[in-house]
């Protein structure tokens, strides 16, 4: 038995994670060339691969595939090497690995062609503490480590998987912040969106609400490339005259 196909029983949780990720990754991949998963696991091919790789069972390659070790591209082009050749031949032929900058700049372990989602309910940017969480069919969601979802232990602990931004280009990322006017008056609006402008924020959606006693509470969903970019939003919104505070919410 190859070295690369034993899994201690001490990193069986690390194995079963790995194993969901490889196989999300195989299937969404094979998926691509209008192949069946199961009928290419179960092959006569994948029996001399097994061989030939080292490892004992399929699972084996697929918790492999998803811990980086084995590449999902490589695996199918042996397994399926005429549909992959004439698939790519063809002048219309989509990239087979998905941008990594597409996805929101996130690195995990090593993988840059798994799907990536972000957490409605937390809405993370660069420099936020995060965690992945495997979904079959849907790839990997991102959470803030802080997410109510993840401190209330609502996420199946076997699903998570340790992920990190990457260091590249910075992806804009929405997140929404409330304003806490304390009385409002004529120019105010003005005053915060030049604010979020100065500090190079795009907003995209914002609601105004504001009580008989002129105060008010205005919500706003800006595009921010990391924490440090929104920290400084935040700032220069609060030394706005009239604005009581400034808050993050989790979730837009």
Request: hydrophobic share 35%; net charge positive.
């Amino acid at each position: 038995m190859s070295s690369s196909s034993s899994w201690p029983r001490s990193s069986e949780p690390e194995r079963a994670r790995s194993l969901e990720l490889g196989r999300e990754l195989f299937d969404r991949e094979v998926k691509k060339y209008r192949l069946v998963p199961a009928t290419l696991l179960g092959s006569d091919e994948m029996k001399k691969l097994l061989v030939e790789m080292g490892y004992v069972t399929a699972d084996d390659l697929l918790a492999a595939m998803g811990y980086g070790k084995a590449s999902v591209r490589q695996v199918l082009g042996k397994l399926a090497p005429t549909v992959v050749r004439e698939h790519d031949q063809q002048p219309d032929a989509k990239p087979q690995k998905m941008p990594r900058k597409s996805d929101g700049a996130v690195r995990i372990s090593g993988v840059d062609d798994v799907l990536v989602r972000f957490g409605k309910c937390c809405s993370p940017v660069p420099g936020d503490g995060i965690v992945g969480f495997i979904t079959r069919g849907r790839g990997l969601t991102v959470h803030a480590r802080d997410c109510l979802t993840v401190v209330k232990n609502v996420l199946d602990k076997e699903r998570l998987l340790a992920v990190e931004w990457d260091g590249g280009e910075p992806a804009k990322r929405p997140v929404k912040i409330a304003v806490y006017i304390g009385k409002d008056r004529p120019g105010l609006l003005a005053e915060i969106t030049a604010a979020i402008s100065s500090r190079h924020g795009n907003i995209t959606k914002a609601e105004i609400t504001v009580t008989d006693d002129r105060k008010g509470i205005n919500h706003f969903v800006i595009e921010v490339e990391d924490l440090q970019q929104l920290q400084g939003i935040m700032q220069s919104i609060r030394d706005v005259k009239d604005v009581m505070n400034v808050e993050r919410v989790r979730g837009l």
